[in-house]
């Protein structure tokens, strides 16, 4: 390691407090050697203030760091390069850009007042910086594409681009935009449009087989394809900037007048309100249920189905689709909680039995943990079969990467809420006490409460419910939904949620 040792003395110090060059150089070059050093040169400045920077040895020193044969510069203290701590950070910054270590022999950066100051003020420099370049770069952008150039990564189904030949037509994509626009101004809705793509095994611009209906939407959407690309399109100066055209302006502006219409025609229907929404899973098919709003024999019905559009999901659900009657479902599970609430006695057991034991919750905390451990051990070795060469940081290596680190993330916040849930098999008699008083506080006005309110309190009961079997017979049903099992999951921690709801 080659190093360098740099003293500096002014007449005034000299007289004053006695400091000599050569006991400078020779504390420097010893603690240099300390460090490793197989090579030193030396460089001072005599009866030269510390308030300049035109110093020959200074000068001589950042001439050697340029030059890349320093690796290490030893100090007496920050003083030595400066008296001025604007210089300071100037030269500290040039010295690190370069590679180059600084070593003090009596000034710790971090553990003296100095030095914090120091660092917080390089910290505020080295940020006006980074924010003077972010603007320069925005303005160099705009700049670009006031002048019709592209200033970003341009990528876009219909569209091939490289810096060096610019914007160009993918010609088979631009045909699928051409199919797109031509389906849905013959009045073919997006979420069909998505269907047929699908099942044609078109592939996306990532290369996948499955269109979102979202995805058309947004094609449907976009000017480009009319020739005019929007930069900075949510800012209070967009601009436009030229790219050849997929769809005449004509097809487009008719497709954004169907998409209009049918924002307006949205707008006007009446939004259903569905009490078990996010509680309703079917295990017939291991999908959530959630409201749908059908027709039957002429009357509008609301329902709770796990049927999903081929177009927005992968998993589409049960077939022919499952259709549970919202209504009854609601009055099964609404009276559920308010028998509970009649009868704390039994909404005690009830919580009683869904409490985990002590026993359990270490179980699956385990499991938990070796599950994480598993993860963790994939990634390392992913990572190193990287760093080895062995395997190319492509596409699907990114791929796997993220969803090892989403599962060791989902797997983390499952080991809280174990650890929480843990705890709730200490209930004391008191917390029961409390459950039952809560309960007979609620009960007094459960028939005066609103829509809001309801669904509140279901949700602070209730963790889940779920749907087996199939509808039988007449569709308009009371309390009651033959062929169909229900069953209902409390919270354990119901204590707990039902507090605010109480209070308020």
């Known amino acids: ?212 209906r979202q995805v058309v939407r947004q094609i449907l959407m976009n000017p480009a394809y009319k020739g005019e690309w929007v930069y900075q399109k949510n800012s209070d100066s967009p601009i436009i900037i030229p790219v050849p055209a997929i769809v005449s302006k004509e097809v487009w502006e008719t497709a954004q007048q169907i998409l209009a219409e049918s924002r307006r025609l949205w707008a006007k229907r009446g939004k259903q309100q569905y009490l078990l929404s996010g509680l309703i899973t079917c295990t017939d098919c291991g999908t959530p249920m959630g409201g749908h709003y059908g027709t039957h024999w002429g009357n509008r019905v609301r329902n709770y189905t796990c049927r999903k559009s081929e177009s927005t999901n992968r998993i589409p659900g049960c077939s022919p689709a499952k259709l549970i009657n919202a209504d009854s479902l609601e009055l099964i599970v609404w009276n559920e909680v308010k028998n509970l609430l009649n009868d704390p006695d039994k909404l005690v057991s009830a919580v009683k039995r869904n409490l985990p034991t002590d026993e359990d919750s270490k179980k699956e905390i385990d499991n938990l943990k070796r599950q994480l451990s598993d993860t963790e051990k994939g990634m390392t070795q992913l990572i190193d079969l990287i760093a080895s060469g062995i395997v190319e940081l492509d596409s699907k290596i990114k791929q796997k990467l993220t969803q090892l ?32 008083r809560l309960a007979s506080e609620i009960i007094k006005n459960i028939d005066d409460l609103e829509f809001e309110e309801k669904q509140q309190l279901v949700r602070s009961m209730v963790s889940q419910v779920y749907i087996s079997g199939r509808i039988q017979g007449t569709y308009h049903l009371p309390d009651d939904l033959p062929g169909v099992d229900v069953k209902i999951m409390l919270r354990a921690e119901m204590v707990y949620s039902l507090k605010n709801l109480a209070i308020s």
């Open 1 to 212: 390691m080659r190093a360098a040792v740099y003293a500096r003395v002014s007449t005034e110090e000299q007289a004053q407090h006695g400091y000599s060059l050569a006991e400078q150089k020779d504390s420097c070059k010893q603690r240099a050697k300390e460090l490793g050093a197989t090579e030193i040169l030396e460089f001072a400045d005599e009866g030269i203030s510390g308030a300049t920077l035109d110093r020959p040895g200074l000068e001589g020193l950042r001439d050697s760091i340029k030059e890349g044969i320093i690796d290490l510069i030893v100090l007496r203290d920050p003083d030595r390069l400066s008296r001025k701590l604007a210089h300071q950070l100037i030269l500290t910054e040039e010295f690190e850009k370069a590679g180059v270590r600084l070593e003090f022999l009596d000034f710790t950066w971090q553990d003296s007042p100095e030095g914090k100051l120091f660092y917080n003020l390089k910290g505020a420099v080295a940020e006006y910086e980074r924010e003077k370049i972010k603007e320069r770069m925005i303005r160099g952008k705009n700049q670009k594409a006031r002048q019709g150039g592209i200033p970003m990564n341009f990528s876009l189904y219909g569209y091939d681009y490289s810096p060096e030949k610019g914007v160009q037509i993918n010609a088979q994509e631009a045909e699928i935009v051409k199919q797109i626009f031509h389906k849905f101004v013959s009045y073919t809705s997006p979420h069909a449009i998505a269907i047929e793509l699908t099942q044609s095994g078109v592939p996306t611009k990532r290369n996948t087989n499955f269109w979102h």
């Open 405 to 436: 680190k989403q599962r060791r993330e989902l797997l983390e916040r499952r080991i809280k809420e174990a650890n929480k849930e843990s705890g709730l098999a200490l209930f004391s008699r008191q917390d029961m006490k409390n459950l039952k």
